[in-house]
């Protein structure tokens, strides 16, 4: 009757339909003497996972293999480390004078004529403001010259 169980039990498990109680029950049958000739089979397969659920993993991790940082190599990386952040300052100070340099010279435009006479009437515009301007610092001089000609006959020297 046993027997006829655990041939039931196995194709139950090949199936994927039993439950953890009938898998123990197929373990300890398959990991005691008495196994039928004809399931001899599959006792290397459940005597496994017995074995296997005895087994602990515990890993050697040797403490030398962890590398230590010693001064003169957190030197060199601090020196590496300086090195690459000064390149990437004068990059930026390098892209940042470019744009600016081509935005001044791009709005340096003082005007050009193509036609020679509107130049000339436009240069002659801007001579007679500046003559204007000029004629009124003449008259300033004017006043300084005469408070100078004032000074020296109340004063006499």
């Known amino acids: ?29 398959f990991s005691s003497l008495n196994v039928a000739q004809h399931l001899e089979q599959y006792k290397p397969f459940f005597g496994y996972f017995s074995l296997a659920a005895d087994q602990k993993f515990a890993p050697e991790i040797p ?7 010693r001064e003169k190599d957190k030197k060199r990386n601090l ?26 010279n791009g709005k340096q435009d003082l005007g050009t004529y193509d036609d020679p006479e509107v130049a000339f009437r436009q240069t002659q515009k801007a001579l007679a403001l500046l003559s204007n ?6 008259e300033s001089v004017h006043y300084v010259k005469e408070y100078q000609k004032s000074k020296e006959l109340i004063f006499k020297q």
């Open 1 to 29: 009757m046993e027997l006829n169980k655990i041939e039931l039990l196995i194709e139950k498990y090949f199936q994927g339909e039993t439950n953890i109680v009938e898998e123990n029950e197929l373990r300890t049958y």
């Open 63 to 69: 403490l030398q293999s962890i590398p230590k940082f």
């Open 79 to 104: 020196a590496w480390l300086s090195i690459a952040a000064s390149v990437v300052v004068l990059i930026g100070i390098g892209t940042y004078i470019y744009y600016n340099y081509e935005d001044a």
């Open 133 to 138: 301007h000029v004629n009124v610092g003449i």
